[in-house]
Nanobody, 126 residues
Framework: QVQLVESGGGLVQAGGSLRLSCAAS????????MGWFRQAPGKEREFVGG????????LYAESVKGRFTISKSNAKNTVYLQMNSLKPEDTAVYYC???????????????????WGQGTQVTVSS
């Protein structure tokens, strides 16, 4: 079982930056592929980015490529989402997710993730 707790959300002006953190419990974190998703009101949950077990592989949605960066600290059992050049359309609840350790590939499909955090609100004002 993996428990995930996000933090770092808030209100920021367009063009600003935020860093989200996701602290994970459990001794399998270094064997876990992690992902970030977001969901805006009235919209489906969408993939933001993912990072491989050892942190070497990363995958980003086109909408955030070049602005957002995912990193992973296995020593701290934490995954981060650095968000720069934020836009009003980035406003959403952001969720951290983990694949079961038996899985390997970074997936953009939320159905492939087995554990979810409670979400943290990010609001970007224009």
């Amino acid at each position: 079982q993996v428990q995930l707790v996000e933090s770092g959300g808030g209100l920021v002006q367009a063009g600003g930056s935020l860093r989200l953190s996701c602290a994970a419990s459990g001794r399998t974190f270094r064997s876990t592929t992690m992902g970030w998703f977001r969901q805006a009101p009235g919209k489906e949950r969408e993939f933001v980015g993912g990072i491989s077990k050892n942190g070497a592989g990363k995958l980003y949605a086109e909408s955030v490529k070049g602005r957002f960066t995912i990193s992973k600290s296995n020593a701290k059992n934490t995954v981060y989402l650095q968000m720069n050049s934020l836009k009003p359309e980035d406003t959403a609840v952001y969720y951290c997710a983990a694949e079961d350790p038996v899985k390997y590939d970074i997936s953009a499909d939320p159905g492939n993730y087995d554990y979810w955090g409670q979400g943290t609100q990010v609001t970007v004002s224009s």
